[in-house]
């Protein structure tokens, strides 16, 4: 289900989606009112939820939609990079923190992955992130929040990874996505992909952002 109070942007991001294999777009909503008796009939998998909307905020609606839904993932969808709003989201107890910049394969492929229980935050709000983490900007975490961290500090594995993967990583701590990963070490898209399917293997982690709390964590990747 889409939340968005913008009907053009609204209406492009669900023929946007519609296109994409495996995802059903069952309903949308333009306020907070209608989300939350649209979202108790429908009952969606996955929600995406504006931020600013007239009337009221999508961090602030987020406990009420996720009462009416429970079942649902709820995904903030937001041109915020404001990083209260990121924090605030994912106390909440938001799924996700995405940009309406991304792609749309890349936001497809978000919405797959949480889906599936996995957390995601575009890769520019990543460092925002870990610097909220490392500030204990969180005092009191999301469970989502707290199982990023969690999982993310493993013992004595970076020795593991090999030199390229070892770049790779630090340009995932900065924030990078693959496709700029890719152009900056000068190397094919397909060929980053697979090096961040090992990382993630290799940390024993499901997200870039728990690569990049994890990295974090050991100072590895953080500008001097």
């Known amino acids: 289900m889409v939340v968005d109070d913008h009907k053009l942007f609204r209406r492009g991001l669900i023929a946007l989606l519609a296109q994409e294999e495996g995802l059903e777009i069952v309903g949308e909503a333009a306020d907070g009112v209608e989300a939350l008796r649209r979202a ?29 839904a429970p079942q649902a993932q709820v995904l903030m969808l937001t041109v915020s990079e404001d990083e209260q709003d990121l924090t605030a989201a994912l106390r ?59 999982t993310a500090v493993a013992p004595d594995v970076e ?41 993630l293997r290799k940390l024993g982690v499901n997200s870039r952002v728990q690569v990049a709390v994890w990295a974090s964590e050991r100072g590895i990747g953080q500008p001097q």
Request: aromatic share 2%.
């Open 40 to 68: 108790g009939e429908l009952k969606p998998d996955l929600i995406l939820l504006d931020n600013h909307m007239p009337g009221v905020l999508g961090v602030d609606l987020l406990p009420d939609l996720r009462e009416a």
């Open 92 to 150: 909440g107890g938001a799924a996700g923190y995405l940009l309406k910049t991304m792609d749309g394969a890349d936001l497809a492929n978000a919405l797959r992955r949480a889906y599936e229980g996995e957390s995601v935050v575009s890769p520019e709000m990543m460092s925002k992130l870990v610097r909220a983490l490392r500030a204990s900007a969180l005092p009191a975490p999301a469970p989502q929040v707290a199982a990023l961290v969690e």
């Open 159 to 199: 020795a593991g990874l090999s030199p390229r993967e070892g770049e790779i990583l630090r340009e995932i701590v900065q924030g990078a996505s693959n496709k700029e990963i890719a152009r900056r070490l000068g190397i094919a898209e397909t060929t980053v992909k697979i090096h961040v399917q090992h990382i």
